[in-house]
């Protein structure tokens, strides 16, 4: 996996991009038997898909979505296998503050396969997870399909496993300029590929103005922060919110949400002016991902305000009982996000086709969506 590296004459796929979208393809291609070229302008991946809660948000997906959640579920866990990187079937932990966030998990719970969503009272949710301390828990719910990945490690990982395999090349350092008709234009020179498939996230608009227009795809910035454990905190499950439940699909779709959100507005109103989705992750470090806000523009402002900062780190302490928590880190994520629909598959040139997700739901969604690709492009 050298930046070094050359450039074989020809391809069957050339993949642009080697964050989550652009592995999925590349990863996808390989199962099929297809010689691959990843290009990435930079010499790791350091976009969204390192920058994540590494949460594969399963169970709160409905429709195509869940469907493609669960066909990246089965995948996460095998690259993981194969890779050797941590990944977790943990479920992810739904934490009710409120009679209103109660009714939003009853709703979902009563409408899923028993078990999918289990209720927990305040006893048994304080039962199996100590971390959640606080005291204005009053019961939640167990999603059970989702799984977790550690992000640093897990982009990185599948890459690298990925290029040991026969037929596969990456070529980091290396920008896609535009290409058509099997022929692509790279800072390092020609490369011919029978199809060329570009998932470089929200900078979709850099290549595809027009496209990117058409779909009103804008960014997304996500103010995030790593912490250090509070001393008893060891807890494998993603842990979701109430914001959460006015976020994830198969939340908001149910008549609760509506309740909640006027509930959110009334007592919370600084988290609603975020856009807050208060969650948090545990590293296999026992480090803490917590996040997060959401700003939307065509280009990001690039200053994080310190009071967004303080308001997320405010509500995850509450959650798990502590007084504060101990900053390591702090970041910004950018995603691509578009009202119109959660991912854009198009063939902005002739042999191109252009995969970007348009929600936050990429490290949840894409090890299906490239299957869903291939299969078109049959
Ligand atoms: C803070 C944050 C938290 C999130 N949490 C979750 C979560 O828990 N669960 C979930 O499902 N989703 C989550 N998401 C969304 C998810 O991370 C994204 O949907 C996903 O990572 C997008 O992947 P990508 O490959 O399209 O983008 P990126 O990871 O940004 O990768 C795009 C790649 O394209 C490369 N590139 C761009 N232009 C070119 C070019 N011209 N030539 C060559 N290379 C190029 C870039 O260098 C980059 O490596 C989160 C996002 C953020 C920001």
């Known amino acids: 996996m050298s930046s070094r590296a050359v450039a074989p004459p020809g391809c069957d796929v050339l993949v642009v991009g080697a964050g989550i979208v652009g592995l999925a393809h590349a990863a996808e291609a390989v199962s099929r038997g297809l010689s691959v070229v990843v290009v990435d302008r930079d010499a790791r991946a350091v976009g969204a898909s390192v920058r994540n809660f590494g949460h594969c948000c399963v169970t709160a997906q409905s429709g195509e979505l869940l469907e493609l959640a669960q066909a990246a579920r089965e995948r996460w866990l095998r690259h993981s296998r194969d890779a050797g990187f941590f990944s977790v079937e943990s479920g992810a932990l739904a934490v009710a503050q409120s009679s209103r966030e109660l009714a939003v998990l009853d709703e979902l719970s009563a409408s899923r396969e028993p078990g999918q969503v289990q209720l927990l009272s305040t006893q048994e949710l304080r039962a199996r997870f100590a971390a959640i301390g606080g005291s204005a828990v009053v019961g939640g719910a167990v999603l059970r399909d989702d799984v977790r990945v550690d992000p640093r490690e897990a982009v990185g ?163 798990l009982g502590v007084n504060r928590l101990r900053v390591l880190q702090r970041w910004q994520g950018v995603y691509a996000s578009s009202v119109q629909h959660p991912y854009l598959v198009a063939e902005p040139e002739r042999g191109v086709t252009a995969v970007t997700v348009t929600s936050g739901v990429g490290m949840t969604i894409s090890l299906g969506l490239a299957a869903k690709v291939f299969a078109t492009l049959d």
Do not use: K
């Open 157 to 319: 990982g599948l890459a690298a496993w990925l290029a040991a395999q026969p037929g596969v090349t990456f070529l980091w350092r290396t920008a896609f300029l535009g290409g058509s008709s099997g022929v692509a234009e790279t800072s390092r020179g020609t490369i011919s590929a029978t199809r060329i498939i570009v998932c470089v996230g929200h900078d979709l608009d850099y290549l595809y103005p027009q496209l990117s227009a058409d779909h009103e795809i804008e960014r997304c910035a996500l103010q995030m922060a790593l912490v250090t454990s509070p001393a008893s905190v060891r807890i494998s499950a993603a842990v979701l919110t109430g914001t959460s439940m006015l976020r994830y699909p198969a939340f908001a779709e149910t008549i609760a949400a509506v309740d909640l959100s006027i509930e959110l507005t009334e007592t919370d109103p600084l988290l609603i002016e975020i856009d807050a989705n208060i969650m948090f992750t545990q590293r296999p470090d026992g480090t803490l991902i917590v996040g997060d806000s959401h700003r939307y523009a065509e280009t990001i402002d690039p200053f994080l305000g310190e009071s967004t900062s303080r308001l997320l780190l405010a509500r995850v302490a509450r959650v």
